[in-house]
């Protein structure tokens, strides 16, 4: 009788640590596609999915959501091609509406018929809105 308590104790504990697993894995997904969109939306220069995938209320330092759109529309203006791709990307869910990203991206520019690169490395704040992620800080 007392394996049996035992037995389903540690069960209760394995089933508990594979749903916990399951949520994060689903999260972790989440915020890796609307990463993934975003290097999209700069690729095809797409200001309305770009909108998208930033939380409506994002207001870091004084900066807000209008802020970084105008800055994104300039370099979609500026610049007949853009290329963008991520790399070295590690998300931690922080808990089930807020996650952290950091990650390295290649930002390729051209114009005048010439291509410009930069590297860059950055930390990006997300936050769940309904079932959506939200870029909240770091743009």
Do not use: P
């Not at 890796?32 to 770009?50: F, G, P, W």
Request: positive net charge; contains cysteine.
């Amino acid at each position: 009788m007392k394996k049996l308590r035992i037995f389903y104790k540690v069960s209760a504990v394995f089933i508990l640590l594979a749903l916990l697993t399951a949520c994060n894995a689903t999260n972790t997904a989440g915020v890796a596609a609307v990463l993934d969109a975003r290097n999209t939306a700069m690729n095809e220069k797409n200001i309305s999915t770009y909108a998208d995938l930033i939380l409506d209320t994002y207001n870091v330092k004084g900066r807000t959501k209008e802020d970084v759109l105008l800055q994104i529309f300039t370099l979609f203006k500026d610049f007949q091609s853009i290329q963008m791709q991520t790399h070295n990307r590690h998300i931690n869910i922080i808990d089930d509406n807020h996650a952290l990203c950091e990650q390295n991206y290649t930002l390729k520019v051209k114009a005048d018929g010439q291509w410009r690169n930069m590297v860059q490395q950055e930390q990006l704040q997300l936050t769940k809105q309904g079932n959506d992620w939200k870029i909240s800080a770091g743009l």
